[in-house]
């Protein structure tokens, strides 16, 4: 096993801190610039180190008043609001700051530690949690009404069936029977979506490439989107490992998205689906890091979703659509929870909305942990 000087070890805990710190000297100048600060602002850590602070954040006048503040004063100081950090080609991030002057032996001031905490993720998590909670809540209520209303369903679709064999030859009454066959068939799809929301179904865990599988999802809506004149552009990132999950339902969530974007969209259009590694999330297994995740986002030029038709896009049977059940995101959302996942929904660049669906590769990791243990 390879030991870590001290100084190499101080640096590594510093880097895997999940919050932003940054460190001025008395001259204002940057001295430590960890991994979470570059992810935080977008600035390097080579273009950060040695260069003064308020040059760096110069448009980030908040944040720069809140560091002068606590440097005059020479007393901690921390925000209990957020502030908005911008940064270039990044969505905006919403952070509490606390600034820490430290001193010398002597009571001289020699800087401050300045530690940004993102509560974006945090938010993006607790709205995450609120939709999963909502479906698990409407589970019990779905499984029965299914069951209740499948049973005479069946009853009315067969009378209706034998009643059409007694109309032969009388086609203006056969046109009322096949319309109750045909509604019958109808409200028995809505009941199924709502069984597969409502029973617990035995995932089919492989290892899958999510490349190979977006790539057949895309071909299934091709034919479709070509007769609006929408076009996919494909950004995927082809060093991403094999993921674990379900191939049918990673299929059918990955359809239903994509289906939805398409239905948003205006002919003549453009939808983006890309792939990467999640910077943002990653799932904490018992004795183990923090397993990074896969994120699958898909960027449509509609008109987006509102925060108030979002904070309702997950609750069974509502819909924005003309011939939506309003079952479709609930059963993406309970596919994702069951594949350790998360899915939040934001703004896109081109003014549509964008989904982003990230998947753990935690069985790939685990695997790979294991064989460097067993090697060691």
Do not use: W
């Not at 901690?76 to 080609?89: G, K, M, R, V, Y």
């Amino acid at each position: 096993m390879q030991h870590l000087l001290p100084q190499q070890k101080y640096a590594t805990i510093i880097d895997n801190i999940d919050h932003a710190m940054i460190v001025i000297d008395e001259d204002d100048s940057i001295i430590l610039f960890n991994a979470a600060a570059q992810l935080y602002t977008g600035l390097s850590e080579k273009s950060a180190i040695n260069k003064p602070f308020f040059s760096c954040f110069k448009t980030q006048p908040t944040l720069c008043d809140i560091v002068r503040t606590s440097v005059d004063a020479g007393r901690s100081f921390s925000t209990h609001e957020t502030i908005i950090l911008q940064a270039d080609n990044m969505q905006p991030r919403q952070v509490t700051v606390n600034v820490s002057p430290f001193f010398s032996t002597t009571d001289t001031l020699q800087g401050a530690i300045i530690i940004l905490h993102d509560l974006t993720r945090v938010r993006n998590l607790e709205k995450a949690v609120r939709y999963a909670d909502r479906s698990t809540m409407i589970d019990a209520m779905a499984a029965g009404l299914a069951h209740e209303i499948k049973n005479p369903l069946g009853g009315i679709k067969g009378s209706a069936q034998l009643l059409e064999l007694e109309l032969a030859g009388n086609n203006e009454l056969l046109e009322y029977t096949q319309l109750i066959v045909r509604e019958s068939e109808r409200v028995n799809r809505i009941i199924e979506d709502l069984l597969n929301l409502s029973r617990p179904r035995e995932t089919t865990t492989e290892l899958l490439n999510i490349t190979i599988l977006l790539d057949e999802v895309i071909m299934l809506q091709n034919s479709a989107a070509k007769d609006r004149g929408i076009t996919f552009k494909v950004q995927f990132d082809p060093s991403i490992p094999e993921i674990p999950g379900d191939r049918d339902l990673l299929t059918q969530l990955f359809l239903n998205l994509l289906k939805n974007s398409c239905e948003a969209t205006p002919d003549h259009s453009t939808i983006s689906i890309a792939t990467k590694i999640d910077s943002e999330y990653h799932l904490k297994l018992s004795g183990s890091r923090p397993t990074p995740m896969v994120q699958i986002s898909i960027s449509d030029q509609g008109e987006g979703i509102s925060a108030a038709e979002l904070e309702k896009a997950f609750t069974p049977f509502y819909t924005t659509k003309l011939s939506g059940t309003g079952l479709g995101l609930p059963i993406c959302q309970k596919i994702v929870t069951d594949h350790a996942g998360q899915m939040n929904f934001s703004e896109s660049a081109e003014g549509g909305a964008k989904v982003k669906v990230s998947l753990p590769l935690f069985n790939s990791i685990a695997t790979a942990s294991s064989s460097k243990r067993n090697q060691s």
